[in-house]
């Protein structure tokens, strides 16, 4: 069946590295996309979005690209900090609905 | 705004008995959406409103749920009779627009 999903469920980064997610889908009639974060005990948050008709789109140290040709997605956080320590997910809108992927859980090392 | 608010945010039932959850969206958002998040099968979409009208519930597991919206500022999520599979954490969220908003969750234990 046609799902979201991501490649790790758990992710390690030394501090101030560069942190990178990916997710890959398979519908590939999706047209628009959503990173979440998911810190413990708390919803999840919007980060960032974008729509297929972009492969690249920035924000506040965070960085979602998307390549359409093998149906894949990530999402790049800079100079990765404690506060960034959460479940990511990404996420596709269809019909109306989000569809989440599994999560990645990304831990930070001091 | 207070953003979406759920109630109870912990809930320890056992099974068999009637479990509601509640959940107020942001004021002026026309869409509300009811979760559930669980280890195994990570978040589930179970049953969307659009302006206080059920759109798709097709993500309700069973008849033991069932959802309501009788007017836009409101909406509870049922469980009866709750039984010990259902314990997961239950999130609301709503949305106006684009970007949708997630409330704090509901933490259910059916013993």
């Known amino acids: 069946g046609e799902s979201v999903g991501l490649h790790l469920p758990t992710l390690s980064v030394q501090e101030g590295d560069n942190s990178i997610i990916n997710c890959a889908y398979s519908?590939?009639?999706?047209?628009?996309f959503i990173w979440y974060k998911q810190e413990s005990g708390k919803g999840p948050q919007f980060i960032i979005d974008i729509r297929s008709n972009m492969d690249k789109r920035q924000g506040q140290r965070v960085t979602v690209l998307l390549n359409k040709t093998v149906k894949h997605l990530s999402l790049q956080i800079a100079a990765t900090q404690p506060g960034d320590s959460a479940v990511y997910f990404c996420a596709e809108i269809r019909d109306d609905k989000i569809i989440f992927g599994k999560g990645t859980r990304l831990h930070i090392l001091p | 705004d207070a953003g979406v608010i759920q109630s109870p945010r912990h809930e320890v039932t056992e099974m068999g008995q009637e479990v509601t959850l509640r959940c107020k969206p942001i004021s002026g958002h026309d869409y509300l959406f009811w979760y559930r998040q669980t280890m195994m099968r990570g978040l589930e979409l179970l049953i969307y409103?659009?302006?206080?009208?059920?759109?798709?519930d097709s993500g309700m597991p069973e008849d033991r749920f069932s959802a309501k919206m009788p007017n836009a500022s409101f909406s509870t999520l049922k469980i009866q009779p709750s039984e010990p599979r259902d314990s997961a954490v239950y999130f609301c969220a709503s949305r106006q627009g684009g970007e949708q908003f997630f409330g704090p969750g509901t933490r259910l234990t059916v013993l």
């Open positions: 409103f659009n302006n206080n009208v059920p759109i798709d």
């Open positions: 519908n590939s009639a999706s047209d628009y």
